[in-house]
Structure formats: C-alpha cells, structure tokens
C-alpha cells in the first residue's frame, strides 16, 4: 500500500498593485511576441485600458516596452519606477517566439544547496515571493514540466491559481512509470496534462492515467529527455518551463537543452538532503561553466538568472565604476 500523500499548506503570496500592473504588462507582451516577430518592424508600446499593447511613436515618453526585431522586447522604464524590476525579470521568457523558443529550468535550493532534507521535505524552502514567480513563469509558458520525485514530494497542482494569466499544459516525466493516479495532476481537470513514461510499461489500448494523456517514449536506449524536448516542441511549446525536481532539471542541463536556468537561494541550512544540481565531475575550474547572470532579490531569497546559450563566459571584473563592496539587502 502507498503511503498517504501530505502536503503542506502553500503559503498564500502577498500581491501587490505596482506588480500587478507590470504582470499585465508581462503578459500583453508575451501574447503579442509572434505577431510582433512576423510584423518584422520596430515598435513601442504601453498598455490600454483593457488590458491590451497599445501602440506608441518612437520616443514617446509613455512607453513601457519596445519590440526589436531578431532581439525582442527592450524595457523603456526608468530604473526607479516601481515596475521595473519585475518586467526587467520577466521579459527575457515574454521575448520567445515559435521561431526562436525558449526553454528554463528553475530550482529553489538552501545556501548549502539542498532542495529538500534527507526524508524529502521541501514545502518550503523558498518564500512566499519565490512561489509567486512560479505561478507567473507557468502563465507564461506553454508547458511546465516536472520529473516523478516532485510530484511524489510535492503533490503539485502545477496552475496559476495565485495569479492573471493562464495555466499551462502540465508534462509530468515518469520514464519508470513509479507514480500512482491519486495525485493532484491526474486526479483534476483543471489545466490539460501529459503522463510521459517508456513504452514498453504501457498495457495495450491504455491512453489516459486519469485525467491525462499518456505519452510513449521508445526506451530502446532510455527515455531521454531530449526526446521530451521533440516531443513538446511537435505540440508548439515555445515556452517551456523545466519546474524541477533537481533529476530532471539536471538532466536537461546537462543535455544543453536550458537556455535559462533560474536559481532561487533561500536563507536556510539543511546541512544534508537532497541536492539541487547534479553534473558530471569537472577535474578543473577552468573546465567548469561560469554563465552570465543577473541577481534578484525575491523577498527574503535571492534569485539567480544565468543564460546559457549566450556563448560567452561571465566575468568576475566589475565596470571602473562599480565599488568593490556593496551590500545588496
């Protein structure tokens, strides 16, 4: 008999009007970036009353974002308006287009870089903000996608209950097939879902666990989640958020399949548990990947989001400008 699924209750995120008026502007954004991208043409933007991209001239001080072709979104805003900071974080996903995709794996981890304790707790170790962020990076992705070891931990819903915006299409990887119907993924309707596991454990005419779809992977050489990718990416996903756990967002890594690995870094020492991202050794430094990154605070966590696929390493060197010490919270 399975153990009985617990989980804790989700801290309800504090939201406020300054965020919420730049999320609308997030999510205008995201929805016209293929219209954009076609169009082919230079254009800046604010946000109408219902809630849609209005067109602006060039240099018009109302602006708030711009579409550059081949680049995407550029933030017009000042640094010291209130919405900067949030679109300045979001519109890098709100830039993807059907031609140019975007994929982003995101994990919440202690300073000593554990997701969970060693019996497998992690509701939770980031914050209430860190949740937020979730919830708005599934409203803007066509897929949000999850290994078995999360859902066994964490019994998600996956949806975008805490903010505008909608939910996306629920992938949940279970190459072993290990994972029950009772989860909250299988047993609602409220977003569609995807069960993806090897072929081979598929009994003949079966095509739904529970509420979701089955989806066969050939296992001749193991499923991979490079063949999830193909998969996603037949069914347009142009967004795609990798959500955890640290298996899976690990494996996407190292297939180099994220353009965007998102780390959020909670104030908090497990001292043994279970780890966030796992790699293959590097016997040098030198050897090792020193992304570009930008740095966010996130209530009391600090969020780390590196490119990937920029093709260039980060420098440790600050602008002549810069001082040498700065405290940041």
Known sequence: MRPEIHTAAEPIPRREPTADAAWRI?????GGADR???????????????????????????????WHPGTG???????????????????????????????????????????????????????????????????????VVVGAGTIAADNPQLTTRHVAGPSPLRVIFDPSRRLAQDYRVFSDDSAPTLYVCARSLISP???????????????????TV??????????????????????????????????????????LIIGDGRPAIRLPARATLGDCHRPRYRVFRMGGDVLFDCELTTGGQATDEPSPDTPSVTRVI
């Not at 900071?85 to 300073?111: E, F, N, R």
């Open 205 to 223: 005419g079966e095509s739904h666990f529970g509420f979701a779809t089955i989806v066969p992977l050939d296992d001749g050489d193991g499923v």
């Open 36 to 66: 954009l991208a076609e169009a082919g043409q230079f254009a800046a933007f604010t946000l109408g009353e219902g809630a849609e991209l209005r067109a602006l001239p060039a240099g018009h001080p109302d602006a708030s974002i711009a």
């Open 73 to 143: 979104w550029e933030l017009l805003l000042p640094a010291g308006d209130p919405r900067h900071g949030l679109l300045d974080l979001y519109l890098p996903i709100c830039s993807a287009t059907a031609v140019k995709p975007i994929t982003v794996g995101h994990l919440g981890q202690s300073l000593d870089g554990f997701i969970a304790t060693h019996a497998g707790e992690s509701q939770f170790v980031t914050g209430r903000e860190n949740i937020l962020h979730l919830h708005r990076m599934r409203a803007l992705s066509d897929a």
């Open 26 to 30: 997030a999510l205008a954004a995201a």
């Open 226 to 267: 490079v063949e999830l990718m193909r998969v996603l990416r037949e069914r347009s996903c142009k967004r795609i958020f990798v959500e955890g756990g640290g298996v899976t967002v690990s494996a996407f890594l190292e297939a180099n399949l994220l353009d965007r690995l998102q780390m959020a870094i909670a104030p």
